[in-house]
C-alpha cells in the first residue's frame, strides 16, 4: 500500500529517528532522533546534529517544519528510543539508551530544556532501556531493557534512582 503521507526533508529537521508518539488530544506527533543526517544515495552527504525530539500536527507531510523542537545539552537525550505521550498528564516519556535513563518531559516543552523528571541510577535496574509501555490504569511505567534482558515496573510519578515494583528476567 502506498502511504497516506511521507513526512521528508530538509525542513522536517528527522536525523536518524527512531521513536515516535502521537497526541490524540493535541493533534501533534512526537518524533525522536539520534542526529544522523545524510542523503544515503549521495556519498559526503552526511553531517550530525544533536538527539532531538521534534513535533508536528499529526496530519504533517512533505517538507514540513516542526512546531516545536527539545534540544540541547539540558535535555540528557542520548540515543532516545521509544515515547509515550500521556495527554492528561502533558508529559512524554522518553527511554535514553545510552544515558541508562527514562526522561519525562512535558508535552508542551521546547528548546534546550531539562527533563521535568529522570529515572536513573544503580538502583534502578535500567539496563540500555529500548522500549516502554504505559499502563494508565494501574500508573504504571514499564521499560524492557535491552542490556539486561529484563522488563522493570515503576510508579508513574517515578523519579531519581528509584528502585522497580516488580522485575521480570529473562535469559
Same mark, same amino acid.
Given at each position: 500500500e502506498k502511504p497516506l503521507?511521507v513526512?521528508?526533508?530538509e525542513s522536517?529537521r528527522?536525523? /536518524?529517528?527512531?521513536?515516535i508518539a502521537?497526541?490524540?488530544?493535541a493533534?501533534?506527533?512526537f518524533?525522536? @532522533?539520534?542526529?544522523a ?5 549521495i556519498? &559526503? #552527504? &552526511?553531517r550530525?546534529?544533536a538527539?532531538?525530539i521534534t513535533?508536528?500536527?499529526v496530519?504533517?507531510?512533505? /517538507? ?8 540541547g545539552p539540558r535535555?540528557q537525550? @542520548?540515543?532516545p528510543?521509544?515515547?509515550?505521550? /500521556?495527554p492528561d ?5 522518553v527511554?535514553n #539508551?545510552v544515558g541508562?535513563?527514562?526522561?519525562v518531559?512535558g508535552?508542551?516543552?521546547? &528548546?534546550?530544556?531539562p ?5 536513573k541510577?544503580p538502583?534502578?535496574g535500567?539496563?540500555?532501556?529500548? #522500549?516502554l509501555?504505559?499502563d494508565t490504569k494501574n500508573?504504571?511505567l514499564?521499560?524492557? @531493557?535491552? &542490556?539486561?534482558?529484563s522488563a522493570?515496573a515503576y510508579?508513574?510519578?517515578? #523519579?531519581?534512582d528509584?528502585a522497580p ?7
Amino acid at each position: 500500500e502506498k502511504p497516506l503521507r511521507v513526512l521528508t526533508g530538509e525542513s522536517t529537521r528527522l536525523a /536518524d529517528v527512531h521513536g515516535i508518539a502521537l497526541d490524540p488530544k493535541a493533534k501533534e506527533m512526537f518524533v525522536n @532522533n539520534w542526529g544522523a543526517i545524510s542523503q544515503y544515495n549521495i556519498p &559526503g #552527504s &552526511g553531517r550530525f546534529e544533536a538527539p532531538s525530539i521534534t513535533v508536528y500536527p499529526v496530519d504533517a507531510k512533505g /517538507d514540513t517544519s516542526p512546531s516545536r523542537v527539545i534540544q540541547g545539552p539540558r535535555t540528557q537525550l @542520548n540515543w532516545p528510543g521509544a515515547m509515550f505521550v /500521556d495527554p492528561d498528564k502533558g508529559e512524554v516519556y522518553v527511554t535514553n #539508551s545510552v544515558g541508562q535513563s527514562i526522561l519525562v518531559f512535558g508535552a508542551k516543552d521546547k &528548546g534546550d530544556v531539562p527533563p521535568r523528571r529522570i529515572i536513573k541510577g544503580p538502583k534502578t535496574g535500567l539496563s540500555y532501556p529500548s #522500549s516502554l509501555a504505559v499502563d494508565t490504569k494501574n500508573q504504571e511505567l514499564w521499560v524492557s @531493557n535491552l &542490556g539486561s534482558a529484563s522488563a522493570t515496573a515503576y510508579p508513574l510519578t517515578a #523519579s531519581g534512582d528509584a528502585a522497580p515494583l516488580r522485575t521480570i528476567r529473562s535469559a
